[in-house]
């Protein structure tokens, strides 16, 4: 419209016949009852009709003059011949619509631009007028109308005769070009556009629609790549990041189906990325990677931001692939609001874990489900080896290491190996171990802090330090549980740890554990540390095997060399709070009711250990042992 009121209002024709023109607008402003006798003459025939809702007798809408240029560009004044108000939202003319949210009030008229009308309605070169008609929607009283009204309007060249200042323009929608920024960033719809990706690293993108991969990168499909699949985003050269995407790519929660990628050693949707990953959801994913580098069903290698993502499918390694995980092989960014039920085969590599192989950065509200096969050292439900913080997670990975030549060492539920602090976390699933030195149904070895987590998983195959929450503790663990089941189980085995070199406070201990030696309800073997204000149910017994002895197996701790205790208690079969008998401070309820209201000897009188409560350690529970005040 901006080619009408930029012209010079100098109109077609002689300066008279522009004076008459005036004259006649000022007067059909003023007078709207004259405009509307106008359009029941011949060459005007109105039909008023609504959509779907049916016709309103009351209200109605006129054209009261209109103009037309050679561009298609035209202004029209329509008045609302009714007492009642209406809204115009659409002028439609040869199917040009032009869009608007303007309310014109009973008896009142209001003047509306229109643009582009030339496949609609046009004025030939030297024509004075053309008949055309307008299509008009607008709402009245809650109910949607159309009138459709033929019109005869004045062709002009260089003016027109109406107030420009009281003009409604149309609304427009803006049409943004995709330029990769955060504001507008490229929106991926296919496997081929999201392979394309390589080309700018550090661009911005979103999903704009679930995505299926699966014809595009096998065989006949255009991502093959003689077998290869598809190329993951990011490059990396002999094992290490040459590469990363910087970027961004928002999944707005569609999913990407089906990718196939073979034979590459960092393997994932992105080989390296240190930018911000949300949103996004690998599903059905089938991977085959080497021993050269890291693989995860998302990211190979992350030192950015992953968020609300997801992976299912397979990860299979063609030889001892190292630092794999379903979600992110390794991890030195942050994990969040995600997870992972990936079935990994490892073929006797290391690092590997049901989310994340390695993570050295923060892990929350994070979980895994998928199961972890022939996996070898620092292996884990959730993560393979931790040096950093996980909270608020879970895993019901079933995790079975494989005995390659050599044992498997540090294999948990949750974290095969953890020197960071661990909170609010748990485990269930089996943990086979293959004669494994330190397993644990939560943490195979932890030298950080365990708080308000448990473990109910079942361990197997461990060889030294097998315990139903760590193997091997040289951290603290305080208010936390296990309730644990074992099979073929060698020494050093403890209903909460194998052995435990740190500190132990307000934890307890049940189920049942079976081993060959140095076997305790509480802790296998206790060799420096504190513990106090626990207890343990655990029903403990030996094998056949050898080594078992009545010196190394007791009803709270299988054999201590060190450390200290106090305010600690057992109730099972065994009558030696300490196989080797070197324990003092620790005491055998004399019946399993002892532990069930707080005035019985199990709790302190004097001095308060077992603090019950709000905001306390402990929650009494009647006819039951207590348990702990976030369970």
């Not at 077609?12 to 029941?40: C, D, H, K, P, R």
């Not at 199990?602 to 702990?628: E, H, K, M, Q, R």
Request: aromatic fraction near 10%.
């Amino acid at each position: 419209m901006e080619k009408i009121l930029r012209k010079n209002l100098v109109a077609q024709g002689t300066v008279e016949y522009l004076v008459i023109l005036a004259v006649v607008v000022v007067i059909s402003l003023v007078v709207v009852g004259l405009f509307t006798n106008m359009f029941s003459s011949s060459s005007q025939q109105v039909i008023n009709s609504s959509s779907k809702i049916g016709t309103s007798s009351g209200g109605g809408i006129s054209i009261v003059e209109a103009v037309l240029d050679s561009a298609g560009d035209s202004l029209i004044k329509l008045s609302n011949t009714s007492s009642d108000p209406i809204t115009l939202t659409r002028i439609s003319v040869g199917g040009i619509d032009n869009n608007y949210s303007e309310q014109v009030v009973g008896m009142d008229s209001k003047t509306f631009s229109l643009s582009d009308l030339t496949s609609g309605c046009t004025c030939a070169s030297g024509q004075k007028s053309v008949s055309c008609e307008y299509i008009i929607t607008y709402t009245q009283n809650g109910i949607v109308k159309t009138s459709r009204i033929n019109k005869t309007i004045e062709c002009v060249t260089d003016s027109v005769p109406v107030n420009v200042n009281v003009v409604v323009q149309p609304i427009v929608d803006v049409v943004v070009l995709e330029d990769g920024t955060l504001a507008n960033p490229w929106v991926i719809n296919n496997c081929l556009e999201l392979q394309d990706m390589n080309q700018h690293l550090d661009g911005n993108y979103i999903l704009g629609n679930d995505i299926n991969c699966y014809d595009d990168t096998r065989a006949g499909g255009a991502l093959y790549n003689g077998g290869l699949g598809f190329k993951p985003i990011a490059f990396y050269n002999r094992g290490w990041c040459s590469t990363y995407f910087t970027g961004s790519l928002d999944g707005k929660n569609y999913s990407i189906n089906g990718l196939y990628a073979g034979d590459r050693g960092h393997l994932g949707l992105f080989t390296c990325s240190s930018g911000n990953i949300s949103n996004v959801h690998m599903s059905n994913v089938d991977f085959i990677f080497s021993s050269l580098g890291r693989s995860g069903g998302l990211v190979g290698e992350n030192s950015g931001v992953i968020s609300n993502c997801s992976s299912t499918g397979t990860l299979t390694s063609n030889q001892d692939g190292d630092y794999v995980g379903g979600l992110v092989g390794s991890n030195t960014g942050s994990i969040s609001n995600s997870f992972s039920t990936v079935a990994i085969d490892g073929y006797g590599g290391a690092y590997h874990g049901g989310l994340a192989g390695y993570s050295s950065g923060p892990i929350s509200n994070s979980y895994s489900t998928g199961s972890i096969t022939d996996c070898h050292n620092y292996s884990g439900g959730l993560v393979g080896f931790s040096d950093g913080t996980i909270s608020d997670s879970y895993s019901t990975s079933n995790v079975d290491a494989e005995y390659n030549g050599t044992p498997p060492d540090y294999i948990g539920g949750l974290a095969g190996y953890s020197s960071g602090p661990i909170s609010n976390c748990y485990a269930t699933g089996i943990v086979d171990g293959a004669n494994t030195t330190n397993l644990g149904g939560l943490v195979g070895y932890s030298s950080g802090s365990i708080i308000n987590s448990y473990s109910t998983s079942q361990l197997r195959g461990g060889w030294d330090n097998s315990g139903g929450l760590v193997g091997y503790s040289t951290g603290s663990i305080s208010n936390s549980y296990s309730n644990p089941s074992s099979l073929s189980l060698w020494g050093f085995v403890g209903g909460l740890v194998g052995r435990n070199d740190g500190n132990i406070s307000n934890c307890y201990s049940s189920g049942v554990m079976n081993a060959a030696a140095n076997i305790g309800g509480l802790v296998g073997h206790q060799y420096s540390g504190n513990i106090s204000n626990s207890y343990s149910t655990t029903n403990v017994s030996c094998s056949e095997l050898s080594g078992c002895t009545s010196s190394t197996i007791g009803g709270l701790i299988g054999t201590k060399s060190g450390g200290n205790l106090s305010n600690v208690w057992w109730y099972n079969s065994k009558t030696n709070c300490c196989g080797n008998g070197t324990c003092t401070s620790c005491t055998k309820a004399s019946a399993a009711s002892d532990f069930f209201v707080v005035t019985q000897n199990v709790y302190d009188s004097t001095v308060p250990y077992w603090t019950f409560g709000v905001d306390a350690n402990w929650v009494s529970v009647d006819n039951n042992y207590p348990i702990l005040s976030w369970q």
